[in-house]
């Protein structure tokens, strides 16, 4: 059975930016996909083949929608509702649920394998298909929402409420309210609006008790497991707040709290990397 076209595109656009989105994302975004298929309905309808004469003799008007120089076409038959499932044809393929999802993240994520090289390698390659999987998808986690190493933007980084990315189209939220696109920093410290806050440098406590649950959140980590027959997993560490004179104003020193004319003090990072659980 035929595929809807549509369908398939977003399939393929889903796949080609899986990279961007997070694994809850992903697997949203697929489930989503399925429930689309299913509702979809395919049918083959046979049409009749009608002779067409040489001369026709005139004829009364006819009410559509099924009159034509022809004469009137036999009413088509009704379309039945067979629900279509693009991933059906594909499961049925393996040894079971748990074989098909292994086999679906390591496509995903690593390379294609097609249904038959997966089912031919041996338990200990799938395995270890498995390990770099989740692996791999821990450290695109990291390499795409872990905040940049506070020296590259010292100014953002001491005053960015949650995550931010030097990526010109990325935007942040500054402690004294302000929000918009990393590129416009040197702008932003420099407005009447940034210089006017700078005079007291208070912030809500609403607003930093938000930063310091992400920091906790960070320092947590996230886990991913690997797939069945594996048991255990990964727990890597994500830096979406970092730490500054609200949140540890026990690190920062009186004369570290201000611009010194040279630029903002950042705190040294630890980077924990991923471990094993």
């Not at 977003?10 to 689309?36: F, P």
């Not at 994520?109 to 249904?115: E, K, Y």
């Not at 410290?189 to 960070?218: F, G, L, N």
């Amino acid at each position: 059975m035929t595929v809807n076209p549509n369908l398939a595109t977003l399939m393929r656009v889903i796949e080609e930016n899986q990279d961007k989105m997070t694994e809850g994302e992903y697997l949203e975004a697929m489930n989503a996909l399925c429930a689309l298929h299913r509702v979809a309905t395919s049918a083959v309808v046979a049409v009749p083949v009608v002779a067409v004469p040489v001369v026709a003799a005139p004829r009364a008007p006819l009410s559509p929608p099924y009159s034509s120089i022809w004469g009137d076409l036999p009413p088509l038959p009704a379309l039945p509702a067979v629900p279509v499932n693009l991933f059906s044809g594909v499961r049925s393929l393996f040894r079971g649920q748990d074989d098909y999802e292994l086999w679906s993240r390591v496509t995903r994520v690593l390379r294609h394998i097609s249904p038959n090289s997966w089912l031919s390698m041996s338990q200990q390659q799938q395995d270890e298909l498995n390990r770099e999987s989740t692996y791999k998808i821990a450290e695109n986690q990291k390499r795409i929402f872990r905040n940049p190493p506070p020296s590259s933007c010292p100014f953002v980084a001491r005053h960015a409420v949650g995550d931010w990315r030097t990526n010109e189209i990325e935007t942040w939220t500054c402690v004294c309210g302000y929000s918009g696109k990393i590129k416009h920093w040197q702008k932003h410290e420099r407005s009447a609006r940034h210089q006017e806050w700078a005079q007291h440098r208070i912030v809500p406590e609403k607003v930093v008790s938000t930063m310091k649950k992400q920091i906790q959140k960070d320092e947590q980590g996230t886990v991913i497991e690997r797939m069945r027959p594996l048991s255990g997993g990964l727990r890597y560490y994500l830096i979406r707040q970092e730490r500054n004179e609200w949140t540890h104003s026990e690190l920062f020193h009186e004369n570290t709290r201000r611009n010194d004319g040279q630029g903002w003090f950042v705190l040294q990072r630890h980077v924990r990397e991923i471990n094993e659980i």
